[in-house]
């Protein structure tokens, strides 16, 4: 989908690109928010166009790429047992959206300094299933904008012939602007040590720690702790296996919440403070992938503790399977799946959700610089809790896309 146009004299002069493309795509999809009751059907067109700008130097590597996109409406449908609600209109799913980010590294002898940078702004609707979901909605409300900024600077050292280093620290601010969901604050730092037991085979030790805080009435900030430790097994030139895996403590401070009961013997309600929590809990990931000249495909499987809108820490298992497959020059075919389970890491309040999406893809490359594709994504979710139950939803959609010639510069 990139173009690029490299500009050099030689071995050591800069390097500059540009990147860039729109797309065009009309979707339907039956069942928006994927829950059981109220469930809204959309139709709508959405534009998004993108610019990258690279340069390269034998030092210095930078990209910064910005892409913006909007849609728009045209079919609504409310499906629900309750005559009271008022049909949505179809502006009230629209929105706009952006990001803007910027990757920048310098090496120089054995240490390489870098900087990543990320604002964005999109809707609910398309970052909410893969965070808490959207089951908690209680009535029909439309696109809420959710506000991201993320700052990550890393540094890579290497020891010796055999040993490497690399720290990265990461800040993530993310606001809401819907009291449906919580704004939060998350830091997090890890130091991951590289070691080539052989020239197929690395060893990786990673102690890792991280701080969620939420922006709620009663804050809540959760600490984590951890150890992983694993292997980077390059099998042979076209498989290989990342493992990694560990134990990590969780500390969860809820800043004076509670609820409050009645007395039976004075009649009176009284405040009960929630009580600080600790447990812990394994996290790893693990990566498997395979690449051929036509096909390939990519398995992943995930533990970790993520920040998450609901206001609190999440334990986010996940796993994943994609596969692509281009049997002529201009078409290509791509499956993507994921299946997971998010819960709160601690034991006061728990959402329990169990959610799996799979989508295929085809395109085909019917001019120089354009693609048409069609694509068929189906998504269900499942919760604990029955006043939200389980519920899927299927989404249709065409495209036309465009890219950048490479005599752009």
């Not at 984590?224 to 560990?246: Q, R």
């Not at 390939?296 to 503790?305: I, K, R």
């Not at 065409?398 to 490479?406: C, E, W």
Request: proline letters at 2%; aromatic letters at 14%; charged letters at 25%.
């Amino acid at each position: 989908m990139l173009v690029a146009c490299l500009c050099s004299a030689n071995a050591w002069a800069a390097e500059t690109a540009i990147v860039g493309g729109m797309d065009a795509n009309y979707s339907y999809d039956d069942n928006v928010n994927v829950v059981a009751g109220n469930k809204i059907a959309l139709a709508g067109l959405k534009l998004e166009g993108f610019g990258e700008l690279q340069y390269r130097t034998p030092r210095l590597d930078t990209k910064t790429r910005l892409t913006l996109g909007a849609k728009r409406n045209n079919y609504t449908d409310l499906e629900s047992d309750n005559p009271l609600l008022k049909e949505p209109d179809d502006s009230d799913f629209d929105y706009e959206s952006y990001n803007l980010n910027t990757d920048v590294s310098y090496a120089w002898e054995r240490h390489t300094l870098g900087i990543y940078g990320r604002i964005e702004q999109d809707s609910n609707i398309n970052t909410q299933f893969a965070d808490g979901g959207l089951g908690g909605l209680r009535q029909v409300q439309g696109s809420s904008n959710v506000d991201t900024t993320v700052v990550r600077p890393t540094w890579g050292w290497q020891l010796t012939e055999r040993q490497y280093l690399q720290t990265t620290l990461q800040a993530q601010f993310a606001d809401y602007q819907s009291d449906r969901y919580v704004n939060y604050d998350y830091y997090s730092a890890q130091t991951t040590w590289f070691y080539s037991w052989s020239e197929r085979v690395q060893l990786q030790v990673r102690p890792l720690g991280a701080r969620y805080e939420n922006a709620a009435q009663f804050s809540v900030t959760t600490d984590t702790y951890g150890l992983e430790a694993g292997v980077i097994w390059s099998i042979n030139e076209k498989v290989e296996l990342n493992v990694l895996g560990g134990v990590t403590e969780v500390s969860t401070d809820y800043g004076g919440r509670g609820f409050f009961i009645f007395d039976p013997e004075t009649g009176q309600p009284e405040f009960i403070e929630l009580e600080d929590e600790n447990n812990n809990g394994f996290t790893g990931s693990g990566d498997l992938s395979y690449k051929e000249e036509l096909y390939g495909f990519s398995a992943t499987v995930n533990a970790s503790y993520s920040p998450s809108s609901n206001g609190y820490l999440q334990e986010d298992n996940r796993a994943g399977f994609s596969f692509y497959w281009t049997p002529r020059e201009r078409l290509r075919f791509d499956l993507d799946t994921q299946v997971g389970m998010t819960d709160t890491s601690g034991n006061e309040f728990k959402n329990k959700r169990t959610f799996g999406q799979g989508a295929v893809r085809a395109s085909y490359q019917f001019a120089r610089e354009w693609w048409v594709s069609g694509r068929y994504r189906y998504r269900e979710q499942d919760y604990d809790r029955n006043s939200l139950g389980s519920a899927d939803g299927n989404l249709f959609s065409v495209g036309v896309s465009y890219k950048l010639p490479k005599d752009i510069l």
